[in-house]
């Protein structure tokens, strides 16, 4: 299984010129159609519905962990801020859901009235029960088209997509790079967080949005259902996003990321736009967090500031390391893993271990254990979980057996290249 290199040849169609991205596909429809047969709401219930919400979860996580690959990996962008763009998809989708949910409560309430209620009582009783929580009777400006579900899927795309290229345009403009880079998106997700920890940011503050995960005009519909729907839908937005970050890391725009990511200045020189380029990739990588996010968090039921916080983008910077970055299969593989292994270390599956009088319980233990992995990976398999796949397929360099490597005879020969 090779990593996206560019094309060989430019006919036939481009799934088929990069076999790693058909594998990928056809390993993906395997476990979708597995799961769906071993499901309870569509199989033989072997697994349970909650289980199935877990692996929807983790289709979504892997997505954005396809995002941070791309523009960290590929383009050598190291964002700890990317979680908000994921959060800020959740957020656009759950006021939606959360104002149509509530509707028909409010409505169904009113019914027994002796009079028909107004749309203003209707939006009063609305307004009422969301915000009743944080003492406010109102809707904010920002909940203005809440109630249609067109606008709000568009602001899953807009609001992180407009918020990536006006924070990228300025960052990169001024060419803050490495580590500056890194701490200045990290600034910017702490203060989003903390904005929406307040009460008045009209997100309920702390409490943040729930209930998410029953889809209004569907009560008749088992969860069992609804959680294999959502199943489906991040499968195939993860299958559509990985062949999209293939196709864009297969042609000359990789080329010139690959590029930027080595040697920025080189690139700057040879009079490619390198600014717009990292914008490009900053602001496309934001929008597919932001899909992963209105994916996501229907399926976990609630969203709120914590998640956002910035100790979420450090740990999808750690899953794609463990995974191998610069490798796209890396960083989806590397997701699966630590999103899987950490809900089975945090649900109390993991047995205790006991040391004499020391009881090391794995749910206060398991991001002790995250953080030293991510140190040994760094350290001993910088390729990371990835490089388990080179082993598997043999891939090594050319056997040329003494032939010439470049236009000069005897320009680097096999023996030189082993040394």
């Known amino acids: 299984m090779t990593d996206i290199a560019a094309p060989s040849s430019p006919r036939g169609a481009f799934v088929m010129r990069h076999p790693s991205v058909l594998i990928f596909l056809a390993c993906l429809a395997i476990f979708t159609v597995g799961v769906t047969v071993l499901s309870e709401g569509f199989g033989i219930g072997v697994l349970s519905t909650s289980f199935i919400k877990t692996l929807g979860k983790t289709l979504c996580l892997c997505l954005v962990a396809l995002?941070?690959?791309?523009?960290?990996?590929?383009?050598?962008?190291?964002?700890?801020?990317?979680?908000?763009?994921?959060?800020?998809?959740?957020?656009?989708?759950?006021?939606w859901l959360m104002y149509a949910r509530t509707e028909m409560i409010v409505v169904e309430?009113?019914?027994?009235?002796?009079?028909?209620?107004?749309?203003?009582?209707?939006?009063?009783?609305?307004?009422?029960?969301?915000?009743?929580?944080v003492g406010a009777s109102d809707f904010p400006p920002i909940w203005g088209f809440a109630h249609s579900l067109p606008l709000q899927l568009a602001a899953v795309?807009?609001?992180?997509?407009?918020?990536?290229?006006?924070?990228?345009?300025?960052?990169?403009?001024?060419?803050?790079?490495?580590?500056?880079?890194?701490?200045?998106?990290?600034?910017?997700?702490?203060?989003?967080?903390?904005?929406?920890?307040?009460?008045?940011?009209?997100?309920?503050?702390?409490?943040g949005l729930s209930g998410l995960q029953n889809l209004p005009g569907l009560d008749s519909v088992s969860q069992d259902a609804v959680s294999m729907w959502f199943l489906w839908g991040s499968a195939l937005a993860l299958g559509l996003g990985y062949v999209f970050c293939a196709w864009v890391v297969s042609g000359k725009f990789g080329s010139v990321i690959r590029a930027i990511r080595d040697d920025e200045a080189r690139v700057r020189f040879l009079g490619y736009p390198v600014e717009a380029f990292k914008l490009l990739v900053f602001t496309?990588?934001?929008?597919?967090?932001?899909?992963?996010?209105?994916?996501?968090?229907?399926?976990?039921?609630?969203?709120?500031?914590?998640e956002i916080a910035p100790i979420a983008s450090i740990y999808l910077a750690v899953w794609v390391a463990i995974g191998g970055r610069g490798r796209l299969y890396g960083a989806v593989v590397g997701a699966a893993f630590v999103s899987l292994l950490s809900t089975w270390f945090t649900g109390g599956q993991a047995p205790d271990i006991v040391i004499g009088s020391f009881r090391l319980q794995w749910v206060d233990w398991w991001t002790v254990l995250l953080?030293?992995?991510?140190?040994?990976?760094?350290?001993?398999?910088?390729?990371?979980?990835?490089?388990?796949?080179?082993?598997i397929t043999e891939r090594r360099s050319p056997d040329r057996h003494g032939a010439d490597l470049g236009p000069d005879m005897g320009s680097l020969q096999e023996r030189e290249a082993e040394k």
């Open 109 to 133: 309430s009113l019914s027994n009235a002796p009079l028909p209620p107004t749309p203003e009582e209707i939006s009063d009783g609305i307004a009422s029960q969301i915000f009743g929580v």
């Open 67 to 95: 995002a941070m690959d791309l523009v960290w990996g590929y383009c050598g962008i190291l964002s700890l801020g990317h979680m908000a763009f994921f959060g800020l998809g959740g957020y656009a989708i759950g006021m």
């Open 284 to 306: 496309l990588t934001a929008i597919i967090a932001a899909i992963a996010g209105a994916l996501y968090y229907p399926q976990a039921g609630i969203i709120n500031p914590a």
């Open 371 to 391: 953080g030293l992995s991510f140190v040994l990976v760094t350290l001993f398999a910088p390729k990371g979980l990835g490089g388990l796949v080179d082993l």
């Open 157 to 207: 795309v807009i609001v992180p997509g407009i918020l990536a290229l006006v924070f990228g345009w300025l960052a990169f403009r001024s060419r803050v790079t490495g580590v500056y880079l890194s701490i200045l998106t990290q600034a910017m997700t702490l203060a989003l967080s903390l904005y929406l920890f307040q009460n008045d940011s009209g997100l309920r503050g702390n409490n």
